[in-house]
Each structure stands twice: as structure tokens, then as C-alpha cells.
């Protein structure tokens, strides 16, 4: 059973950053996808992020070129570096495994102000 804990959330001012952090209970990230996804009230849950065990990533074009995701193998951390964040950015933020089975982090709220 992977366990997966997200930080890093808060409150920031439109154009502002934040970068989350998902630490992972397992050592998954070689051969795990990594995603990140968003929720915010009264609209589904998105993918806005995806690293594979390779490497390579994949972003929502709402993000694209102002957020990054990254891994750390040797930490069982994967993060989303967010900049130039927008006020529609404002959802709560879920970190994803998938590896056999799809494992969620129990989100972290991130709000942005105008």
C-alpha cells in the first residue's frame, strides 16, 4: 500500500509561486507515473501534470509554461513548481501514483488571490 502525502499549499497572490511536494511511502518513482491533478468547487478533478519513470512529462495546456513538474528518486519526492499563478488556479491539488493501481495523496488546498 503506497502512501502519498502532498505539501506545500497555501495562499499566494495572482503572479505569485508555490511549489508542492509529494512524498511517497515506497520507492515507485523509476518505474511509477507521477501526475498531478487539481479540483476545484463545483468542477471535476484535472490532470495538470504528469512525470513517467522515464522522465518525461506531459502538462494541461492551461499550465503549460508556468508550472514544472519534477521527481526526486533518491527522496521518493515528486513536486510541481507553480509560477506567474492565476486566481483560476485556486483548487485543491491531488498527487497520483499510478503503479499496478492508482494511489491518491489526500490533497493540499492552494489559493490565489487577485
Known amino acids: 500500500q503506497v502512501q502519498l502525502v502532498e505539501s506545500g499549499g497555501g495562499l499566494a497572490q495572482a503572479g505569485g509561486s508555490l511549489r508542492l511536494s509529494c512524498a511517497a511511502s515506497e520507492a515507485i518513482f523509476t518505474f511509477a507515473s507521477m501526475n498531478w491533478y487539481r479540483q476545484a468547487p463545483g468542477k471535476q478533478r484535472e490532470l495538470v501534470a504528469s512525470i513517467s519513470g522515464a522522465g518525461s512529462t506531459y502538462y494541461a495546456d492551461s499550465v503549460k509554461g508556468r508550472y514544472t513538474i519534477s521527481k526526486d528518486n533518491a527522496k521518493n519526492t515528486v513536486y510541481l513548481q507553480m509560477n506567474s499563478l492565476k486566481p483560476e488556479d485556486t483548487a485543491v491539488y491531488y498527487c497520483?501514483?499510478?503503479?499496478?493501481?492508482?494511489?491518491w495523496g489526500q490533497g493540499t488546498q492552494v489559493t490565489v488571490s487577485s
Open positions: 497520483n501514483a499510478l503503479v499496478g493501481r492508482s494511489y
